[in-house]
Structure formats: C-alpha cells, structure tokens
C-alpha cells in the first residue's frame, strides 16, 4: 500500500488538532463527556486511517493478504485491517474513561473542588466521598471493555487460525459474561412488557422470565457479532451495513435527548452510555470504510465482524433496549433464517458462499451449490416452492429432480431479484435495504408499538 498524500497528512494532523484543543477545553468545565466523545471519533478516525496505510505492508509480509475474487485482476492486498481499528477502538474507551466521570471526581472526592472544606473525622475516612462515586455506572463501562477485548481476540483467532464456524459461534456468549454479571448485580430487571391482547393470558402488565431473560441477552450477545459476519462477501459490505446500524442507534439515541426530549429522560443516562461508545466506533469504521469500499484497498477480516457485532450487543444490554436493537437487523436476521437450511447442513453449504464474479461481463452472478445426490422428497418440494416465489433458482434434470440451487444468502437473493450486476452496486443495494428496514424499526418501535402496548418509553 501507498503512504499517505501530502494532503492526507496535513488533513489528518489538522483533524487531530482541532479535536485535541477540543479535548483540552472540556476540562475547562464540568468534563462534556459527549463533546470529548466526539472529538476521540475524530481522533480515532485519523489514527486507524493513518495505521492502515502505513502497517498494510507490514500484514501482507506476515502472510496477512488475500486476493479480491470479484476482480478481472485479482492482486493481493492486506487482511485483517478490521483489527487495527478494534485495537485503535479499545484504546480510545480506555483513554476516554475519565471523562464520563470527570463531574463526578471533582465534586465527590476532596482530591478535586473540595480542597477547602472540612469534615468531621468520621467522613474523611469514609475514602474521600468516594460513597458519592457512581461505581455502577464504572463497572458497566469496564464490563463493556472487558467484553470487547474478548471478542477482539476471538476474531484475530479467527482471522490467524480460520476456525471453523461451529466452534466459534458459542464464543461470544463467553464474551458477554462481564456485562451480564454487571447487569444482574446494577439492574437485575428480567421483566418484560406484556402487549395488551395478551395481558390477560399473561396476568398483567408484566412477565418476568428470571433466568431465560440472561439466555436471551447471551443469545443476542451470539447474533450480533455472526449475523454481521454471515452478510459479508463483498466490498465494503461489512463496514457499511455496521456504519448504518450504529447510526440509526445513534439516531435512536438523540431522541432521548435535549432538545428532542424536554426534560431529564430516565433513560438519558443509559442513551449517553451508548453514545460514549457508539461515536468512536462510527470513527473508526469511517477510516476502515474508505480503503474497503469498492474498488477494496483492503480486507476488513472476521476481527470486525465480530467487533462491531459486540459493539452493539454491548450498547444494547447495557443501554437497556436490546428489543429496539433488534428492529434494526432485520435484514441481518431476515439472512440468518434464510441461510439456516444450509447453516444447520439441512443441505449442502460450500466454504464461501459469496456471489460468483463473471469475468466476461465484470458483473456478479448468484452462486450455486450443487446436489451429488437428488434431495429428499420434502427438500425437493420446498426448494421448488421457494422457487416459484422466487426465493431461489434452481435447476432440474430431466426427472423434475433438483440439481443446483443458489446459494441461501441475502446477496445472492438480491441478485436472483434484480439481475447480475456491478460490486458496488449490490452493496449499495443492501445498504438501502437497511436504511429503509432500519427506519421502519424505529418507527414501528416509537409509534406503531402504542397499537399494542399501553405506551412508549419516550415519553414517559
């Protein structure tokens, strides 16, 4: 890979500048841990583009590269650049610890504001006031880091070792275990709101599922970082699809705050939380966007898929609306159910799943897999079902048997319904399914769910 232009690097010292003079004046205050988040995106987005540049030689000489399949020339280029902006990630949240906490440090501990105010004998060695010190929210902060970190290394595993997919699916619950302990000791709600036609079959407003509550957040915590690692493939699929996600958190996030809500929100606090961790992310995925979009400069790797998958897992659990979350998969979790005949070896699935490059036209192509056998009659019949729905192609011999069908995935699909077409234009293509899926989430969510529940936790 080329080093940076001379415009590159002054951009991106100009960038880092103006976010650490930022920085510098919201210690002037009361800390402005939102105003400091945004400034470590900033940051954070010129670190990982300059670390991509400057270390993807340094990956393909450790035997870190791959070829781009989907090219009429397919050079080698770096691999797992997904890890260095997980890694430039971790770091800025630690960094950025203080700053959630900065009010807090100088108010609550005689190291800061206090200096000239005596106490009795008794609260000095309490620890300083250290009973005001919002430990909870601290531990969630840690938890979330500690879960990160796991999931980093899990992917790096994944991306040196290539492990295969059944022995990697469970890791990430292992991940999530920080964050579970945290969420049972600082919150410990296992309840559910119960939808109004159901509530007298229920008896009442709310059912609480005790422990199948903490399978359900491990399940989420499972579904995130693969969902985001199923619908991959092409260039710049995996980026943009969590750049989308993690705005449209965002998004949701901003409504709980001034000036959309007018009032202190009881969920302002677990919002902020999300957005702590939210904006460095957008920063980092940014800078990776930019060499991994069409025409892909570099490979991302499975360490962002599960990276970012974890990334709102955690946001999700620990922001308490792991529900709202989900709205905003749809078609992540439309591809999961799609892809699970072939997922759960119902029928054959080939290693790569990814669309087939032609190279004559430069176009892609649905891929197939192929039947030695004839499937069995059920197989057979469904297959010919989703067929006539065109949920598929096959192909018959001359016994009316299936033979070949395309691949049980989200971009094969798209192709089947529109036609072979250039990378980019696919990916841009799924990129509008999700906006368009991901803003009818939150519409059904702050809107169509008063059909059903007794009211929205926005206005509260």
């Known amino acids: 890979m080329s080093g940076l232009s001379l415009t590159e690097t002054l951009s991106l010292l100009s960038l880092t500048a103006a976010c650490t003079g930022v920085l510098a004046n919201t210690l002037q205050g009361e800390g402005e841990p939102l105003i400091a988040s945004l400034s470590f995106s900033g940051i954070a987005f010129a670190f990982s583009y300059c670390l991509i540049r400057w270390l993807g030689n340094t990956f393909m000489k450790a035997g870190l590269k791959g070829r781009d399949m989907a090219k009429t020339r397919t050079t080698e280029i770096p691999e797992t650049m997904g890890a260095v902006c997980a890694i430039v990630y971790l770091l800025v949240i ?70 295969r997919w059944r022995h990697k699916i469970l890791i990430p619950a292992f991940a999530v275990i920080p964050m579970l302990i945290v969420y049972f000791v600082d919150f410990g709600v296992t309840q559910v709101v119960v939808p109004l036609p159901l509530q007298r079959y229920l008896g009442g407003e709310l059912f609480d599922l005790g422990w199948l509550y903490y399978v359900y957040m491990a399940a989420i915590a499972i579904f995130c970082p693969n969902s985001i690692n199923i619908l991959a493939g092409i260039n710049g699929i995996e ?14 996030d901003a409504l709980y705050l001034s000036p959309f809500s007018p009032y202190p929100h009881p969920a302002t606090d677990s919002h902020l939380f999300s ?3 939210l904006l460095p992310f957008i920063g980092v995925s940014a800078a990776l966007w930019v060499h991994n979009w ?38 992540q979790i439309f591809n999961f159910v799609y892809s699970a ?5 119902i029928m054959h699935c080939p290693r790569h799943r990814l669309p087939r490059f032609n190279a004559r036209t430069g176009l892609l192509e649905p891929s197939v897999t192929y039947f030695q056998h004839p499937p069995s009659v059920f197989l057979g019949l469904a297959l010919k079902l989703l067929h006539r729905l065109r949920l598929l192609r096959i192909t018959t011999n001359a016994n009316g048997q299936v ?10 699909l798209w192709l089947v ?20 899926f991901g803003l009818m989430g939150l519409m059904v969510r702050h809107r169509l769910a008063l059909l059903v529940f007794r009211e929205d936790n926005l206005r509260v």
Not at 239 to 252: C, K
Not at 404 to 410: I, R
Not at 427 to 434: D, E, P
Request: aromatic share 12%; charged share 15%; with cysteine.
């Open 239 to 252: 980026v943009s699809q969590s750049i989308v996600i993690a705005s449209l958190i965002v998004l949701n």
């Open 94 to 163: 630690i960094v950025f610890i203080p700053f959630p906490f900065y009010k807090d440090i100088v108010a609550a501990t005689s190291g800061g504001g206090n200096r000239d105010v005596v106490f009795e004998l008794k609260e000095v060695e309490t620890g300083r006031l250290l009973h005001r010190f919002p430990h909870s929210k601290l531990a969630s902060y840690l938890s979330a880091i500690l879960s990160l970190q796991s999931v980093v290394i899990l992917g790096i595993g994944d991306d040196l070792l290539d492990i």
């Open 275 to 277: 957005l702590y961790l």
């Open 341 to 345: 005949p072939q997922l759960f070896r």
């Open 417 to 436: 319904w529109w036609g072979p077409m250039r990378e980019d234009k696919l990916a841009l293509g799924i990129l509008g399914l999700q906006i368009c």
């Open 403 to 412: 033979m070949e069908c395309t691949n049980l995935t989200l971009l094969n």
């Open 294 to 331: 069409y025409p892909a400069k570099v490979f991302v790797g499975d360490t962002y898929c599960y990276f970012a998958g974890m990334v709102f897992a955690v946001v999700g659990i620990l922001g308490h609306f792991s529900k709202t979350l989900l709205l905003l998969f749809i078609p």
